[in-house]
């Protein structure tokens, strides 16, 4: 049974960091698509990034990029991701979603459909 373990969320002023963590157990992350999601109250869920098998690639959303990077630690599972000079728009539930890689035809995708796995999400505030 693969399960995703988020923590890290919180509140902040604008301008501050946050690190968040998701933990996988039942699939490894080096055989996984992990991607970042978050949806704030009347929004639709939307892609922040993605972590690429093997974490050779990522990709991010441009609302986040040279703000937001992916870190991995194998031996832990986990990956992270940091969010650096948050602003309000930031705000929302972040949640992260796994893929195993031979499920996804070993393409990882920004869009919430392909992942079968996801964590419980965890809340992000930032306020001005």
């Known amino acids: 049974q693969v399960q995703l373990v988020e923590s890290g969320g919180g509140s902040v002023q604008s301008g501050g960091s946050l690190r968040l963590s998701c933990t996988i157990s039942?699939?490894?992350?080096?055989?996984?698509?992990l991607a970042w999601f978050r949806q704030a109250p009347g929004n639709e869920r939307e892609g922040v990034a993605v972590?690429?098998?093997?974490?050779?690639?990522?990709n991010f959303d441009d609302s986040v990029k040279g703000r937001f990077t992916i870190s991995r630690d194998d031996v832990k599972n986990t990956a992270y991701l940091k969010m650096n000079n948050l602003q309000p728009e930031d705000t929302a539930m972040y949640s992260c979603?796994?893929?195993?890689?031979?499920?996804?035809?070993?393409?990882?995708?920004?869009?919430?459909?392909?992942?079968?796995?996801w964590g419980q999400g965890t809340q992000v505030t930032v306020s001005s």
């Open positions: 979603a796994a893929v195993s890689k031979y499920v996804s035809g070993n393409y990882c995708y920004m869009h919430p459909r392909p992942y079968p796995y």
């Open positions: 039942g699939l490894s992350l080096s055989d996984a698509c």
């Open positions: 972590l690429w098998p093997g974490g050779s690639r990522t």
